[in-house]
């Protein structure tokens, strides 16, 4: 029912930016909202940053300041740009799109996409 398709990952040197696309589609919902989640190796899963359907904006403390979540709802896509990257934000990266409806709450995940910071 909702598809999360991921992009932007890569490898990048310590300092650097890299900027994540997630592209939302949905044949049954209206998808507003959206997270992004990461995990290292060996560590839970851990909230980035959130953004609601009013746009107000949430965001990790080892990210503020250095991580920006936005949106184009037309285009139906998140976008993480983060810059100032560091060793310690290598992770999977999850693009995260939580549904409420009048009975139920949903949790839809991407796929993932790897982000590799180098000292």
């Known amino acids: 029912q909702v598809q999360l398709v991921e992009s932007g990952g890569g490898l990048v040197h310590a300092g650097g930016s890299l900027s994540l696309s997630c592209v939302a589609s949905?044949?049954?919902?209206?998808?507003?909202?959206f997270g992004w989640y990461r995990q290292a190796p060996g560590k839970q899963r851990e909230l980035v940053a959130s953004?609601?359907?009013?746009?107000?904006?949430n965001y990790a403390d080892s990210v503020k300041g250095r991580f920006t979540i936005s949106r184009d709802i037309a285009k139906k896509t998140v976008y993480l740009q983060m810059n100032n990257l560091k060793p310690e934000d290598t992770a999977v990266y999850y693009c995260?799109?939580?549904?409420?409806?009048?009975?139920?709450?949903?949790?839809?995940w991407g796929q993932g996409t790897q982000v590799t910071v180098g000292s």
């Open positions: 953004i609601r359907s009013g746009g107000s904006t």
């Open positions: 995260h799109a939580p549904i409420e409806t009048m009975k139920h709450h949903y949790d839809y």
């Open positions: 949905s044949t049954t919902f209206t998808i507003n909202a």
